[in-house]
Structures are given as structure tokens and as C-alpha cells.
């Protein structure tokens, strides 16, 4: 998952990478033969900074002949300076992205195919599903290893005191079943679920996995077309009523980012937010003493609990003249020891196999049982390798859905917008 830094913090890490000048720029050996790579990192969470950078001393202290510089990015401006990077030839050696920012570097030719790169062990102990976020063409061009599923965090007191069912992922609310527990938590004062929409597209796509919802479909030419049927209407369908037609969901919080509405949730007023999974830590370092809250899965339909997500991804530059060292530190980055402790930090779920075993992960304090037992429903998210995915989601998807949302356009109007003008854009990017 994408994470916003502070606007202070975005500004400080770009002078910083500006500043950095030639630290930023890969392939460099020092005049007694060591290799110098530089790694990206866009780690932001002070136990993600602190983790990723003692991963490095640890590399450096016992390989002498390859050194890494560790480079501190910012998620908020991450395209477009690698797109100017890359152009500039100063791309860094090792690159920290999401899945779902790689299809343009990967078709343009800036990011290495790392088939040949890679040990047995790394590519063995991830998962093909994750792989699959990755894989452009025949070609793989980064290695996904932390995803962070949606998950329900709610008021525990206010839970419990309704009498509702509490749901497990063994046993998870149906989409109908939760739209009905919302309207027995709305109380004076209380809304049942706040629903943080500002950004509608990517939740409305992986949570509509679950009903059984894609949208895009992929013919056997390669193309990829738009269709709309039952299944993608669930989700989405189903928070319009809980706005326009329950009142159980606060409309106020359409316009919000999922931080926006932590206050609301510590003082009551939402007994349930949809958050990721991350977002766990925030709630543990912000909510007043005696707040008591619960992690549950997300509801599920006919596809079971099956969401998308875009995993984090780490790939080396194709101009690197290094490729082969850089794989090395990726693969040492992500030994399953190492691996569990990058997820911890950034209190996400590691794709490894191994690491996801790990019992730090299996606890019930703070949810982390709950995410973990969601690993296996993990998906690519639907429009993962689509080009003219992002035109799409700026231009006709986000307005679409936030009017719908709100109750302004009807299904018909929305299925209209998604489908028809969607199609035009992508036949521009499949000529």
C-alpha cells in the first residue's frame, strides 16, 4: 500500500533526494574495486525506516565488497522521479515501488527481468498469485513482498454491546449480512460504518473481488475490455444503500482519507471503519487510554473473502551494471528472518512463505491473526498489468464512483461511465 508522508516531510525528502545528487545514481565502484550500490527505500514509519536501515549495516558489515547506500524516497512523488531518474540514467541500483506503479517502467525498458537473477529459494517461497502482481509479458520485474489486505477495525464496546455476530474469517459476514449489521449499530450519535472514499477506485476494485466482481477482462488477443456484471455491482451497491438509503454509513466520511477518520472512530461516532491492515498502528500509537477495538475481515460473497491487493516491490534498474549484486542484497533482504522483520515494521503482511509462519504474526494482540488468516485470499488487484489504468482511474473511474457514491448517478449511469467511456480510453493504449 501507497502511504502519504506529511506535506513537510514530502518536501524534505525531495530536497533530499535532490541534494543527494550522485547518491541517488547506481552502478558506482570506488577506486579500491568495491561495488557501491544504492537502494530506494520508501520505508516512512519510523519502525520501517529503523528496520530497513540496520538490514543495510548488517549487509555492508559482512560484505566488505559491496557496499549499499541506503537512499530515503518518498511514496508521494515516487513515479515521477524514477520516470526522471531513469530518463537521466541516474536510476538507483535496488528500487522499493508498488506492484501497481511497475507496468509502465517494466514496458518502457527501465527495469530488469529478474528470472535469471534470482535464487530458487526467493522464488519458491513466494506464492505465484504474488508473483503474478509482478509478471509484465513473459518478464518479471520486481519481487512483491509486502501486501496489506482491507480489513474492518471496530469499536469492541459498542460491538459487543449490540448482540450482533461477531464474525470470524472462518465464518465472515456476507455482503447483505453486513449491510444489515451496520443499521443495528446505527444509534444516535453513531453511524455503523464510515466509509473513507476520497481515493474510490482501488478499494471499490479489490474489495469487488470478494462478490465475484474483475470489470476488466482480458480476451485471448491480449486486449483488455471493461464489463460490468452482478458481482462488481455487490460492493459498491451495497455502501450506496448504507449512505442514501440505511443513513448507516456517515456520508461526511465519503470525502475522506482513511486517517481522516480516526478521531470520529475513537470518539464513537463509527462503530466500524474498512482500513489497511497498517492501519493498525496508528490506532495503537493514537487512541485514548481505555479504547478497546477489534480487528475483523472484510464480508464476503461469492468469491469468498478474496480482495486484491498491490504488494510492495523491489526491483533493480536495467541500466545498473550490477545486477547480479543487487539480487544478491534483494535476496538478503528478503530471508524470512529479515522478512518478518520489515512486516513488522511496517505492520503489514509479508508474502513469503515462510515469514507469514512465523509466530510473531499469529498473535491476537493487535489483529495480526486475523490479517494473517486473509493472506491466502490475496489477489492481484484487477487492473494490476491494464495499460491506461491510471488515465482511466483519474479521469472516468473517481468522479463516476464518488457521484455514485454520494447518490448523484444511478447504477444504469454508473455502469455507463465505468464501461463505455472506460473502453474508449484503454482502445487508445491497445491500438
Known sequence: MR???????????????????????????????????????????????????????????????????????????????????????????????????????????????????????????????????????????????????????ANKKILESSGVRIPTPEKPWSWPEFRQVTAELTKKGTYGVAWPL???????????????G??????????????????DQVMPGTVRDQVNSDRSAARSALGMGGSDTLPGFFGGKYAMVPLGFSYRQQVVEQAPEGFEWTVLPTPAGSGGLAQGVSPQTLSVAEDSPHKKEAARFID???????????????????????????????????????????????????????????????KVATPALQEYYSGAIDTEELRKRLVDDGNRVLARYQR
Request: aromatic fraction near 8%.
Open 214 to 231: 474483475q470489470l476488466f477482462h482480458r480476451g485471448a488477443d491480449g486486449k483488455v475490455a471493461i464489463r460490468s456484471g452482478e458481482g
Open 332 to 394: 538478503f533482504l528478503l530471508r524470512p528472518p529479515n522478512m518478518v522483520r520489515l512486516a513488522r515494521g511496517d505492520w503489514m503482511l509479508p508474502t513469503g512463505t515462510e515469514a507469514l509462519a512465523d509466530p510473531a504474526l499469529h498473535t491476537e494482540k493487535n489483529g495480526w491473526a486475523t490479517g494473517t488468516a486473509l493472506a491466502r485470499s490475496l489477489r492481484p488487484a484487477p487492473a494490476q498489468s491494464v495499460r491506461g489504468y491510471p488515465e482511466w482511474k483519474d
Open 198 to 212: 476520497k481515493e474510490p477506485v482501488s478499494v471499490t476494485l479489490n474489495l469487488g473481488l470478494s462478490a465475484g
Open 3 to 153: 502511504r502519504r508522508l506529511p506535506a513537510l516531510a514530502a518536501v524534505t525528502t525531495t530536497l533530499v533526494l535532490l541534494l543527494a545528487g550522485c547518491s541517488g545514481e547506481g552502478g558506482g565502484t570506488d577506486a579500491d574495486g568495491t561495488i557501491r550500490l544504492s537502494f530506494q527505500s520508501l520505508a516512512w514509519q519510523k519502525e520501517s525506516v529503523d528496520a530497513n536501515k540496520q538490514l543495510v549495516r548488517e549487509w555492508n558489515a559482512v560484505n566488505p565488497d559491496v557496499q549499499v547506500d541506503y537512499v530515503q524516497g518518498s511514496w508521494d512523488n515516487v513515479h515521477d522521479q524514477l520516470l526522471t531518474s531513469f530518463e537521466g540514467g541516474e536510476a538507483p541500483d535496488i528500487i522499493h515501488d508498488a506492484s501497481d506503479d511497475l507496468a509502465d517502467f517494466a514496458y518502457g525498458g527501465y527495469l530488469a527481468d529478474l528470472r535469471t537473477l534470482l535464487p530458487d529459494r526467493l522464488t519458491e517461497d513466494i506464492p505465484q498469485q504474488s508473483w503474478a502482481t509482478t509478471t509484465f509479458d513473459d518478464g518479471v520485474y520486481g519481487v512483491p513482498f509486502l501486501q496489506e489486505p482491507k480489513v474492518l477495525i
